[in-house]
């Protein structure tokens, strides 16, 4: 009570109307600091020892039998200051509803994703990656030479303008291109894409309708990304998510062995190359 009150009148004076002393007030105090630090102590080993998947009833269980009563909003209010989330109760993507692709650009690939020249065909793909309580979004644009990470972004918004910077932050010259394949997501079909690919003479390739292997490099691509780097993480801020994702790439590129490429880095599989 006395706690509750301080914004509105002095310890002093509530003591004295509840006639206990200012020392009485001040021990328990402290000692009910104490023991809400060993509380959170125990919710936080509780829940890392369930490998970040138990949620405020099973955590509530496991308190009971160390004896402690404590209440589910309890542990929630704990849980939520410790930044405690229950793999259980991270919000699960839902698609958004999007036009397809109704080009009638055929798939010029054809699945042929074993390239013997750099920057001969490049893939797409887009993955979602959740900052804060929305989802954003990442592009990857890979080389199927050595399966290099050639450009990204990432962005709250799935459209064209995303797919646009990741082509804005690839390190060759454009003319180099030959082949861009992607699935029929309508963000793939937009002027802001077409202008460039046909200023760069870049031409265009597009899996069949409904059919993701058609796309299989660059899809699994997204998946590693979602389970190296995105799965069982919410980041805070649009930048936070940049960094992380710029030193993943250069990771990915630089170091990460892949067992396509002969247990090697794509940057080493192309200077094996040379």
Same mark, same amino acid.
């Given at each position: 009570m006395i706690?509750?009150n301080?914004?509105?009148?002095?310890?002093s004076?509530?003591c %004295?109307?509840?006639q206990?002393?200012?020392?009485?007030y001040?021990? %328990?105090?402290k000692q009910r600091d104490?023991q809400? =630090? +060993?509380?959170t102590?125990l919710i936080?080993?509780v829940f890392?020892?369930s490998?970040n998947?138990y949620?405020?009833?099973k955590?509530? &269980?496991e308190?009971?039998?160390?004896g402690?009563q &404590?209440?589910r909003?309890r542990?929630s209010?704990?849980m939520? =200051?410790?930044g405690?989330?229950s793999k259980?109760t991270i919000?699960?993507?839902k698609?958004?509803? !999007?036009?397809?692709n +109704?080009? +009638?650009?055929?798939n010029?690939?054809n699945?042929?994703?074993?390239? @013997?020249?750099?920057l001969?065909v490049? &893939?797409?793909?887009?993955t979602?990656?959740?900052v804060?309580?929305k989802w954003h979004y990442?592009?990857?644009?890979?080389?199927l030479y050595?399966? %290099?990470?050639?450009?990204?972004?990432?962005?709250?918004n799935?459209?064209?303008e995303? &797919?646009?910077?990741?082509? !804005?932050?690839v390190p060759?010259?454009?003319?180099?291109?030959k082949?861009f394949?992607t699935?029929?997501g309508s @963000?793939?079909?937009?002027?802001l894409?077409d202008?460039?690919? *046909?200023?760069?003479?870049?031409k265009? !390739?597009?899996s069949n309708?409904?059919t993701p292997y058609?796309?299989?490099?660059?899809?699994a691509? !997204?998946?590693?990304i979602?389970t190296?780097?995105?799965?069982?993480r919410?980041?805070?801020?649009?930048? %936070?998510?940049?960094?992380e994702?710029? *030193?993943?790439v250069?990771?990915?590129?630089?170091?990460?062995i892949h067992g396509?490429?002969g247990?090697?880095?794509?940057? @080493?599989?192309?200077?094996s190359?040379?």
């Amino acid at each position: 009570m006395i706690r509750n009150n301080l914004h509105k009148y002095s310890v002093s004076a509530m003591c %004295e109307v509840l006639q206990i002393s200012r020392s009485t007030y001040y021990y %328990e105090a402290k000692q009910r600091d104490h023991q809400e =630090e +060993e509380l959170t102590q125990l919710i936080v080993q509780v829940f890392k020892a369930s490998h970040n998947i138990y949620g405020q009833r099973k955590i509530k &269980v496991e308190l009971q039998k160390l004896g402690w009563q &404590v209440s589910r909003r309890r542990i929630s209010r704990i849980m939520k =200051e410790q930044g405690l989330l229950s793999k259980y109760t991270i919000a699960q993507f839902k698609p958004s509803k !999007s036009t397809v692709n +109704e080009s +009638e650009t055929v798939n010029v690939l054809n699945r042929k994703f074993n390239q @013997e020249k750099e920057l001969t065909v490049i &893939v797409s793909d887009l993955t979602y990656v959740r900052v804060r309580q929305k989802w954003h979004y990442i592009c990857v644009l890979v080389d199927l030479y050595n399966r %290099e990470i050639i450009g990204y972004s990432s962005g709250p918004n799935k459209t064209a303008e995303l &797919v646009q910077r990741a082509f !804005s932050t690839v390190p060759y010259n454009l003319t180099l291109l030959k082949l861009f394949h992607t699935d029929r997501g309508s @963000e793939f079909k937009n002027h802001l894409i077409d202008k460039p690919l *046909d200023t760069f003479g870049i031409k265009r !390739s597009l899996s069949n309708k409904g059919t993701p292997y058609d796309n299989a490099v660059a899809e699994a691509t !997204s998946k590693t990304i979602k389970t190296e780097l995105i799965n069982g993480r919410v980041f805070e801020h649009q930048k %936070e998510l940049d960094l992380e994702l710029f *030193d993943y790439v250069n990771w990915y590129n630089k170091i990460r062995i892949h067992g396509s490429l002969g247990y090697l880095s794509p940057q @080493e599989y192309k200077l094996s190359n040379l």
